[in-house]
């Protein structure tokens, strides 16, 4: 009998195993904020259909995986694109993407305001669907949507996202297709912000990263470079630290950076592509109320689009051109864990920098 076959002779639906559901939020700040529910098995999680098709909160064995910021879940408000004021609307989640202007601190540039970590986390999501099917054997959930970017007489960036879970599989996929639907060439930076919380992280978790180098962001991270693969109890009045790392990959330019935590024995593993998000920033913070740890590929860098004229560096984007993305997380267990320091040293001994940026470029 074959996979298929095996299930349906065990479940009167499969929504005992697996499903997505639309909801909508009735309460508080989220109130109004259209989202989808997500079982696979042991795996739960939530994609927000009125922000960029992010994922907020993700649990795995009974086991939060996810940070929630103080804000807590929250829909659009009039936060968002108001300096520094964003950070009044940024709720962490798992994902929240990060674009497509503007990927860090706000800056004005000639005259323009770039909001912090962008527009696009508050997009909502056009022509969105939600399915589950079999495929031949396979059981998949899927969430898809687009979302624009795009001013009269200015950008008119397109990103088109697709989040999948197979069932048997604990794992999230995420792929992402950028497009320029404009006639001139344009800008584009794009940073995925995953964010992990207690009780995955905690004194006891562990965070693996195949790093070559490490460089501090500023003065406050430099006198915690050598933590920067542990996390330390809550401690009061700390700031945060951001470390930039030029990661180890191999040849094809695949790598990843893991959260594990053997006494509850679940883990969390992030797995990108150098080639297509060169750049990698470890957002740590062990301040009471604020502890998390953030895990951020990217294709810019952490000091943001002033850097980038700077340096001339900022990437761009041909008209019509079309650019792909994919991130994979993977959530652990069992004997899993114990492959995950292996395979990061086993990166460091044979990867070499195939993310076609020269080391200048990357720091």
């Not at 893991?258 to 301040?287: C, T, V």
Request: aromatic share 8%; proline share 5%; net charge negative.
């Amino acid at each position: 009998m074959n996979e298929k076959k095996t299930l349906l002779s065990k479940v009167g639906s499969m929504q005992q195993l697996m499903y997505v559901r639309p909801v909508t939020y009735e309460e508080g700040r989220a109130r109004g904020m259209r989202a989808y529910e997500v079982k696979n098995g042991p795996l739960r999680f939530g994609v927000m259909a009125d922000k960029c098709l992010d994922i907020t909160d993700v649990s795995f064995l009974g086991h939060n995986v996810s940070f929630l910021a103080k804000p807590g879940l929250m829909g659009r408000s009039h936060y968002d694109t108001n300096g520094a004021e964003a950070q009044r609307s940024i709720m962490g989640g798992m994902l929240f993407t990060c674009g497509l202007e503007n990927i860090c601190a706000p800056c004005r540039i000639g005259g323009r305001d770039y909001p912090m970590h962008g527009r696009i986390r508050t997009t909502p999501a056009e022509h969105v669907g939600a399915k589950a099917y079999w495929d031949g054997d396979d059981y998949i959930a899927e969430i898809s949507g687009t979302m624009r970017e795009a001013e009269l007489f200015g950008e008119n960036l397109v990103l088109r996202r697709r989040v999948t879970t197979r069932y048997g599989e604990n794992k999230i996929y995420i792929e992402d297709e950028i497009t320029n639907e404009g006639f001139r060439r344009e800008p584009m930076m794009l940073l995925y912000h995953m964010n992990a919380g207690y009780p995955l992280l905690c004194e006891d978790s562990g965070i693996i990263i195949p790093t070559r180098k490490v460089l501090p962001r500023d003065e406050t991270a430099a006198l915690h470079t050598g933590n920067f693969s542990r996390m330390e109890p809550p401690k009061d009045n700390e700031p945060e630290y951001v470390f930039l790392h030029e990661m180890a990959a191999d040849q094809e330019g695949n790598t990843f950076a893991a959260i594990i935590n053997k006494e509850l024995g679940i883990g969390l593993k992030i797995e990108y592509n150098l080639r297509e998000l060169p750049y990698f920033m470890q957002w740590k913070s062990i301040a009471p109320g604020d502890y998390v740890v953030g895990l951020e590929p990217a294709n810019s860098s952490v000091y943001g689009r002033p850097y980038h004229i700077e340096e001339n560096s900022l990437h761009q984007m041909e008209p019509f051109a079309a650019e792909r993305k994919q991130i994979v997380l993977s959530f652990l267990t069992g004997k899993e864990l114990d492959g995950v320091e292996q395979e990061a040293e086993n990166l460091l001994r044979a990867g070499g920098n195939v993310s076609g940026k020269t080391e200048a470029e990357i720091w």
